[in-house]
């Protein structure tokens, strides 16, 4: 009797291990479920253009660079928005906002994308301070991380007498300026006096008789009377036509003493 109690004792400790065994194992089918709870784990990177290897932001240019983000997290998103702020560097107060460009791409899990990003400067040359935020929507909520913080050196775009763009504007400007300058003299400058214009006079026929004196001869009527030198009469100087009348009056008389004898 008391070696059946022994082996019965045996028999159920060996079917009580074996149960245990099996219900430690685990099943192949289950699926292991991780949730994640909290703000998700995205990875932002900042680069800039291989034309820009020295990082540097030029005044008078739109400045681009490079957003790499990876979402490091189990859930997916969706990235909204990047918008950002220049700071002083020394203390860090705020100089002027930045563009804030709007992209709604939707990242899943494990994924990585590029985004491009670009803004305006015109600022003091010397070091400033970039912050840049990105703004994601994960599961119904928002999130507002930090993409980027650093100081920056800002320059002036380097001086070409080739830039065509330089030249263009230099053209446009001259132009302009000639132009108004023209519009202005012509305004309020005085006008000019016109010089009369000197008709041909032309040259009549000489009307009566033509007086000639010498050999050469000349006509009196195409000379100016005051230009003329008229002889003076002495008192024992007779003219032309005091002969010729004279003249006339003896042959009269000597008719008129024929026709008496």
Known sequence: ???????????????????????????EDTVETVVETGEPNIDVVLSFPESNPFGHIVNGEQNHVFLNIENKSHR????????????????????????NLTYGIYLVEGAKIRLPYSFYSEFKTGDIKLNLYLQHLAD??????????SIVTVVEPEF?????????TYAT????????????????????????????????????AVKATGAGG????????????????????????????????????????????
């Open 173 to 208: 400007v001259a132009a302009l300026l000639g132009g108004l300058g023209y519009i202005a003299y012509a305004t309020f400058a005085p006008a000019s006096a016109k010089p009369k214009r000197v008709g041909k006079s032309t040259v009549s026929a000489p009307v009566g």
């Open 1 to 27: 009797m008391r070696v059946r109690s022994l082996l019965a004792a045996v028999a159920l400790l060996a079917t009580t291990a074996f149960a245990v065994e099996v219900s430690t194992t685990p099943d």
């Open 160 to 168: 070409s007498i080739f830039d065509i763009k330089l030249l263009t």
């Open 218 to 261: 000349y006509q009196e009527e195409w000379i100016p009377e005051h230009h003329l030198k008229k002889p003076r009469k002495g008192k024992g100087a007779l003219s032309s036509a005091d002969e010729q009348s004279g003249a006339e009056m003896s042959g009269a008389e000597g008719k008129r003493r024929k026709g008496r004898k």
């Open 76 to 99: 997916n998103v969706t990235l909204l928005t990047v918008a950002g702020a220049f700071h002083d560097a020394q203390s860090d107060k705020l100089i002027k906002a930045t563009n």
């Open 140 to 149: 119904g909520e928002k999130y507002r991380i930090p993409a980027h913080e």
